[in-house]
């Protein structure tokens, strides 16, 4: 497996320790696979590339950051937990199926990770106060939109929805080939306008990020 990873190292520089966690999350990936249904079976082959090199890609997005970090949806801890075993800290996987919170504790301490597990639907979440909320394959970009707006809500300093979209943290989402369709679908009220970079895992997919310091 270690040879097999060395593709995802041609884009991704990690050291040895790093390594070896991402080997031990790739096989609990196929252990608990054959009981319950993570990814898709037929992108377990791949997941070298299709999970880890597409989760891996956003590191460089959210290393810097000091706040808090949210994985809307993050189902086998894609792209959270990578994110986490890469260095970044603070980091909150959220995720409503149970069974999968349980794969991600075993995950958390076969790698001795120090990413937080929630056991919550989104719109049922406390307030985390994110710097930066990212999300991977779990609804359109408007959705998720919406769904950061509403955790902004329950801040205790932001009183009508027009704060919560003012104070709304970075977000990065990793988008398939549909990403145009999506950002056309946006609500132009908002005013909200992502970035889009390229997919080193899919010529058709792209990174959306939107950076409340430049945008």
């Not at 970044?88 to 120090?114: G, Q, R, V």
């Amino acid at each position: 497996m270690k040879e097999k990873f060395s593709r995802f190292k041609k884009h991704i520089n990690v050291s040895h320790e790093t390594l070896e966690k991402l080997v031990i999350y790739f096989d609990l990936l196929n252990v608990w696979q054959k009981k319950m249904n993570l990814v898709s079976n037929n992108s377990l082959e791949n997941a070298e590339i299709r999970h880890f090199l597409d989760s891996a890609q956003l590191y460089i997005f959210c290393k810097n950051l000091n706040g808090n970090i949210i994985d809307f949806g993050t189902g086998a801890g894609f792209p959270g937990a990578v994110l986490s075993i890469l260095g970044a800290s603070k980091i909150f996987l959220i995720e409503s199926n149970k069974k999968k919170c349980n794969f991600l504790t075993k995950l958390k301490k076969e790698t001795n990770s120090n990413f937080n597990i929630v056991n919550s639907r989104i719109e049922n979440l406390e307030f985390l106060d994110p710097s930066l909320i990212v999300s991977r394959a779990l609804t359109s970009t408007k959705n998720l939109l919406f769904f950061s707006i509403d955790h902004m809500l329950k801040s205790k300093k932001i009183k009508t929805r027009k704060e919560a979209v003012k104070n709304i943290p970075n977000l990065l989402f990793l988008k398939g080939k549909t990403f145009k369709d999506e950002l056309n679908d946006m609500p132009k009220y908002l005013k909200i306008k992502f970035q889009t970079f390229p997919s080193i895992t899919s010529a058709e997919s792209r990174i959306l990020l939107y950076n409340k310091n430049i945008l």
